[in-house]
């Protein structure tokens, strides 16, 4: 399975932006970079996803290194709600699933 | 719409005992999976279900069964529950291949 790896903590301000970065060196040309987050006591939930180009959506940004090998997940202006373990992930398929794979991820920690 | 519901929300077994955690999504997902979460760590994929009738392994299938007799459920079955058990589950469920896993909120389970 192709990895990747996080800082395993971060710490931002309330209202200010934050970028979580993610290094996937061995990525394959088909793989998707995937972000998904975690609330505390909660199942994970959907962030953004993207393959070559940079994405936005209403939660965040995803930016994409050129050679793919890292990425940034960005939230432009961070509330306390977004304090959560955030995880990027690369896409595994087998039979059309997606075995995504877990890493440690990052803890976000937003300040008032 | 409920989304990915998951009963029970919380469980105590005793080592040797045996229990089917409830899966069920109203989605009409094709793809559906099974995770569990350590203290600390990230989600590790159990069994997954690319349509009714159809299964297959994850990472870590050891000490579980599962079936999957309709599209909107997929149970999961402990035979002889062992402490090294003892971690959160949740399901998930997908549409196409490759799309947004949507989690259920989790069944946390002890092993004593």
């Known amino acids: 399975d192709a990895k990747t790896t996080q800082p395993n903590s971060m710490e931002s301000n309330e209202e200010e932006p934050v970028h979580l970065p993610c290094n996937h060196s061995?990525?394959?040309?088909?793989?998707?970079i995937h972000w998904y987050r975690q609330l505390p006591s909660q199942g994970p939930e959907y962030v953004i996803h993207g393959l070559t180009s940079n994405v936005n959506n209403r939660m965040a940004s995803l930016a994409i290194a050129e050679d793919r090998k890292s990425s940034t997940l960005i939230l432009h202006r961070a509330t306390l709600r977004d304090a959560a373990v955030y995880y990027c992930?690369?896409?595994?398929?087998?039979?059309?699933?997606?075995?995504?794979?877990f890493g440690q991820g990052t803890r976000l920690t937003i300040n008032p | 719409n409920a989304g990915v519901t998951q009963t029970p929300k919380f469980r105590i077994l005793k080592i040797g005992q045996s229990m089917t955690l409830q899966c069920t999504q109203d989605m009409n997902h094709n793809y559906m999976y099974w995770y569990r979460q350590d203290p600390g760590m990230g989600l590790k994929l159990i069994y997954y279900s690319v349509g009714a009738g159809i299964t297959d392994k994850g990472e870590v299938p050891n000490g579980y069964n599962v079936s999957r007799s309709t599209t909107e459920d997929f149970p999961l079955r402990l035979e002889l529950a062992a402490p090294s058990q003892t971690s959160v589950y949740f399901c998930?469920?997908?549409?196409?291949?490759?799309?947004?896993?949507?989690f259920g909120p989790g069944t946390r389970l002890t092993v004593l």
């Open positions: 992930i690369l896409s595994d398929s087998i039979q059309g699933a997606q075995k995504l794979v």
């Open positions: 061995t990525i394959s040309g088909t793989d998707y």
């Open positions: 998930a469920s997908s549409y196409p291949p490759g799309g947004t896993q949507y």
